[in-house]
């Protein structure tokens, strides 16, 4: 009985091992017109692990002996993941299409870095965290190359694979100090061992967590991996790779940092802090010379790394169990709104490689008003979304971030944030500029008009902008998913 | 009337429109024109029902409280005070002149003209009568978008560099107060109180001092790049430069008023001590935006550049008025705001009206247009007068109200102050000689036989104009009289200011 009570708090990961295994069936089936169908299926099923996650909602239980726990935590990392699966899965075949890349492997290898996801975000033992790390992680290095007669594809699958497999021992490295030192490898425990204790192994064991956690989140000095890991995927694959990882890297910094480790957050602020300042300004100074948009983007998701990362110190550094979970809160309702403005600014710039001679330069962008109003607009609402400007959820982000650290005193940082922000409004209005006030090139190169993408667009754009309006529900579950962990 | 959400009608009608706008098929340009100009003027309309304030009664009225963001305090409060209300009757007024303005010199991308136009106008108006400093943010940034827009696509040649450093000055400036609200209200609901945004309910409160002067900064730089005050001032000429006809009406006439009533609305009553212990700095810094203003318009050679310096002059009267502390400046800088946004505004749509031909506005090109367009003269004569603040005119009443109040602070600002009025009829009046009284030079007489007095069209737009800047100057008491009110509330705030332990800091 106890057996089948565990299984029903699995249905998500559940559910989603079936689709993978529905996918690899299904595509040995399909012939090649007929391989669209993959992505209505996945979308599908999707759905069915997210109405899933809905029943486990609520459920707060640690399951199979302390390795597994599925609190509303983890719950909201999964129903975001899930979003962010949806998202992209959407917008990516015709992109693919065209490159001749296989879409039943994408829809496949997606799926498995969701489940990877799925698994870091609701660990609660050392042994279960790497390992969905690792089930995050070696399907992304796969996507990144997926397109595989593209060189650049391939310069960044190696990478990636090679810089993070290094992350991922040194990671692995300081789990296993941590283990030395207290004996345990569930999170729990070793937060309880922790308490009240500080000593030069423990730094030791900080440092190397630190060093494989920053680097898996991208933040600087640990980010030169990402603008070419970024640039050589295929774009859409690229908006997943900037939000998906990340995500699952912000769920591992929080079980680590936040609970594990919490009570030396005194000790791994100083450095925490630092890291987070130079990731979000080295992050917008390099992004403010790129005259590629995806590179553009690419940095600028180093930017926002520290923007989250400031959420995470506001945690650290605040006085009382109220003001730290606020801190939690707006680095989860951040990499929600993050995740859905920037999966669809790399689709936009996705859409307009339909000729597979672009890149992504803003020049491609020149006069886009005039040749695709709908979709410059919808740019137009991403980049301000991006910046931060009200009324879109970009704006709410960041606002949620500041209000967190300038509650736990921290208001020097909020101030460096914005400052960045005002830096960021300078490239992102660039791409406005671009597509507004320029005139179109002499010979456009056709833009992307796929239902699925037309669609998705559609409905990240109009997220944006209600969840920057009417932020009440998700702030809610934001709340109630934070308070999880105190 | 009760029940009636009348400044959300005001505030929103122009989004109304939009989204009407949105469904109009771009090619017909006749409906999108009408269909602005209807929105405008509904709002317009809508506004004229705030003239039923009732100055001697409670502060703030036609109030509407909703809740909005509940998590964090966040509420849509929308109120009107006498401050509030004449500043609103002035956006409302200017925008549907702009609009009307707008009939003919643009014809590109017409559709996202009138949609950018509108969304500014809901933007400039919210920021007015919101009574949440989250909301008054939010509208704050709402309104600068648009601008960025009309100054980005329909303005002139080095247009792009313009409008981007238009941005960047203003987002630099609002993301620092936004800081600064965030620790307010933090700062408020530590000491035990609900968290909340409500401005009635942060105002009152006694700061610490490091938190007053350190959110003052906050503040003083987002007001003061949008007033905007020396040396925070570079963007103006720029953005005026290159921006559309409508656009620098806009700008001029509503959107450095923002900047003036945040001073008002927000520093002072917000931040009584600190603004105390700043003003000197303050009124400094206005007077070096007066004298300076007005020497730097002197040597203008185009006539935009030049009406965009003597604003930079003109609003250093604001600032020198509002931070002397005392009722008549008080009373001139708000009379002064309304009157400049008047003028400046027309100005502007009449320097547009010879650029529009001539695609020109280089005072040695101009010149001896007396003769050819008497009436364009007659009214271009007018405003600057009215600019130069002739007694009768609405310039005068502003002007002499602030010098008043500086001299009750101290006779040597007033003094400094008292200058420039002449150094501002040397600019204008010598201005206004090489445009309208010289010999046209042979670029001008290119021009000669197709050039038109002022049209149909452009009379409409200026009409309301020329009837305010009149009126504003021979009877000013209406006008006064609903200021009075908050004036006593700002001099009541900062007048009660303790001085704990800051005064010392200068």
């Known amino acids: ?486 | 009337m009760d029940g009636v959400p009348v400044l959300s009608l005001v505030v929103f009608t122009p989004i109304i429109g939009v989204l009407l706008l949105l469904v109009v098929p771009g090619t017909n340009h006749r409906a999108i024109r009408w269909m602005a100009l209807l929105a405008a003027l509904t709002s317009l309309v809508f506004s004229l029902l705030l003239l039923g304030y009732d100055a001697g009664g409670s502060e703030f009225q036609f109030r509407e409280d909703l809740p909005w963001i509940e998590a964090f305090g966040m509420r849509y409060t929308l109120g009107v005070d006498g401050l509030s209300m004449v500043l609103v009757l002035l956006t409302t007024v200017l925008s549907v002149v702009s609009i009307f303005y707008s009939w003919e010199p643009i014809q590109k991308r017409v559709k996202e003209y009138y949609i950018a136009l509108l969304v500014l106008m809901t933007g400039m108006l919210g920021v007015f009568v919101a009574l949440d400093l989250f909301l008054f943010y939010v509208f704050w940034e709402i309104s600068l978008f648009p601008m960025y827009v009309i100054i980005g696509v329909w303005g002139g040649p080095r247009r792009i560099y313009a409008t981007v450093k238009f941005v960047i000055y203003t987002l630099v400036g609002s993301l620092l107060m936004l800081v600064a609200i965030l620790a307010v209200a933090i700062a408020h609901a530590a000491s035990g109180q609900p968290f909340t945004f409500g401005y009635e309910a942060l105002r009152g409160f006694a700061y610490a001092d490091t938190l007053q002067a350190f959110a003052f900064v906050a503040f003083f730089l987002a007001f003061a790049i949008k007033v905007p005050m020396w040396p925070f001032h570079t963007w103006l000429p720029d953005a005026h430069v290159e921006a559309p006809t409508a656009g620098s009406i806009i700008l001029a006439g509503v959107m450095l008023k923002l900047g003036g009533y945040g001073f008002l609305r927000f520093s002072l009553p917000l931040l009584p001590d600190a603004a105390v212990s700043f003003a000197p700095i303050i009124i400094g810094l206005a007077l070096v935006a007066i004298i300076y203003g007005g020497l730097v318009a002197m040597v203008q050679p185009d006539l935009k550049k030049l009406v965009a310096f003597s604003s930079v002059s003109h609003m250093g009267f604001v600032m020198l008025g509002a931070f002397v502390f005392n009722e008549q400046g008080l009373q001139g800088a708000i009379y002064q705001m309304i009157s400049h946004g008047v003028t400046t505004g027309a100005l502007f749509l009449l320097v547009g009206i010879i650029y529009e031909q001539t695609h020109d506005r280089l005072i040695a090109h101009i010149g001896g247009l007396n003769t050819r367009v008497p009436r364009y003269a007659a009214m271009f004569g007018l405003f600057t007068f009215a600019s130069i603040g002739l007694p009768g005119l609405s310039g005068f009443i502003g002007e002499f109200l602030v010098v008043l109040g500086a001299f009750r602070y101290n006779g040597f600002v007033a003094a400094g102050a008292m200058i420039v009025v002449i150094i501002s009829a040397v600019y204008m009046l010598w201005m206004f000689q090489r445009v309208f009284f010289t010999v046209p030079s042979d670029w001008m007489r290119r021009f000669w036989p197709a050039l038109r007095d002022i049209n149909r069209n452009e009379w409409i737009a200026l009409a309301p104009l020329i009837v305010l800047v009149v009126a504003l100057g021979v009877y000013p008491a209406p006008v006064l009289e609903v200021i009075a009110a908050p004036v006593d509330r700002i001099m009541e705030a900062v007048n009660g200011a303790g001085l704990t332990g800051f005064g010392p800091l200068w």
């Open chain 1, 1 to 486: 009985m106890d057996m089948l009570d565990d299984l029903i708090t699995l249905l998500p990961e559940l559910i989603l091992v079936a689709l993978v295994l529905t996918i690899i069936t299904v595509d040995l089936f399909l012939s090649r017109a007929d391989k669209w169908l993959l992505t209505p299926l996945t979308v599908a099923g999707l759905v069915l692990a997210g109405a899933a996650c809905v029943v486990v909602w609520d459920v707060n239980e640690t399951v199979y002996a302390g390795f597994y726990v599925v609190d509303d935590l983890s719950v909201f990392f999964k129903a975001a993941t899930i979003l962010i699966g949806i998202i992209s899965v959407l917008f990516a075949p015709s992109y693919l299409l065209v490159r001749r890349i296989p879409l039943g492997e994408f829809h496949m290898i997606l799926v498995t870095a969701l489940l990877g996801m799925f698994v870091l975000a609701s660990s609660s033992d050392m042994i279960t965290l790497f390992l969905g790390l690792e089930l995050m992680t070696m399907p992304s290095y796969l996507l990144t190359g997926l397109h595989k007669t593209d060189r650049y594809s391939n310069e960044g699958g190696l990478k990636y694979f090679l810089l993070g497999s290094f992350a991922s021992a040194i990671m692995l490295f300081g789990i296993s100090w941590l283990y030395g030192i207290t004996g345990s490898t569930n999170i729990a425990e070793i937060g309880a061992a922790l308490e009240g204790r500080m000593s030069g192994a423990l730094l030791v064991a900080i440092g190397f967590l630190l060093v494989g956690g920053t680097f898996k989140i991208a933040a600087v000095p640990f980010h030169y991996w990402t603008p070419d890991a970024y640039q050589g995927a295929p774009t859409p694959i690229t908006g997943f790779l900037s939000v998906g990882p990340k995500l699952g890297a912000f769920a591992l910094l929080i079980r680590v940092f936040a609970e594990a480790l919490a009570p030396l957050r005194a000790d791994w602020l100083g450095i925490f802090l630092v890291l987070t300042v130079l990731t979000m300004t080295i992050g917008n100074v390099v992004a403010l010379v790129q005259v590629n948009v995806k590179r553009m983007l690419a940095y600028s998701s180093i930017a926002h790394t520290g923007y989250i990362m400031a959420g995470l110190a506001a945690y650290a550094n605040a006085p009382n169990d109220e003001t730290a979970a606020q801190g939690i809160e707006s680095v989860l309702f951040y990499v929600l709104g993050y995740a859905v403005m920037n999966i669809a600014a790399f689709a936009v710039v996705g859409m307009l490689q339909r000729d597979t001679r672009r890149f992504g330069g803003l020049n491609s962008f020149a006069g886009l008003a005039s040749r695709s109003p709908g979709r410059a607009a919808a740019m137009g609402i991403l980049m301000l979304s991006l910046t931060g400007i009200p009324p879109t959820v970009g704006f709410f982000a960041k606002l949620y971030v500041l209000l967190a650290a300038v509650d736990a005193g921290l208001a020097w940082l909020a101030v460096i944030l914005v400052l960045n922000a005002a830096m960021a409004a300078f490239y992102y209005l660039r791409v406005v500029v671009y597509m507004y006030m320029r005139d179109p090139e002499a010979d456009p190169a056709p833009i992307d008009t796929s239902p699925f993408g037309s669609v998705a667009l559609g409905l990240s754009v109009a997220g944006v902008i209600i969840l920057g309006l009417f932020p009440g529900a998700v702030l809610a579950l934001v709340e109630v998913s934070a308070a999880s962990l105190f």
